[in-house]
């Protein structure tokens, strides 16, 4: 059951990704909406990351997760390598665990 879900998930945002890709240049969207559509899909995915790295299980995630995110998102935005990004995320969340932050 898990991997029909998984699958039909997969099928409709992959149809909805090649309907947009197809019915680009078929619909007018006004300027205003074209404008603004990149930055709905930035904010949801803003929303969405922030969501997984502030909560667990429907509650707070502790203060070690967010610190490591944070400590990512500066090394992301300094144009560090990804690899560095990833290791340096979870390291510092690792090691605030390991002291005994939540």
Not at 53 to 69: H, K
């Amino acid at each position: 059951m898990l991997i029909a879900a998984v699958l039909a998930l997969a099928v409709g945002t992959y149809a909805f990704r090649v309907a947009g890709v197809l019915l680009q240049d078929r619909i007018a969207l006004p300027p205003q909406l074209r404008t603004l559509l990149p930055i709905a899909a930035a904010t949801l995915l803003a929303a969405l990351a922030v969501t997984a790295a502030v909560t667990e299980g429907g509650g707070f995630a502790g203060y070690a997760r967010p610190t490591g995110v944070l400590v990512g998102l500066l090394l992301a935005w300094r144009r560090a390598p990804f690899v560095l990004v990833v290791v340096a995320a979870a390291a510092t969340a690792a090691v605030l665990r390991l002291l005994g932050v939540p």
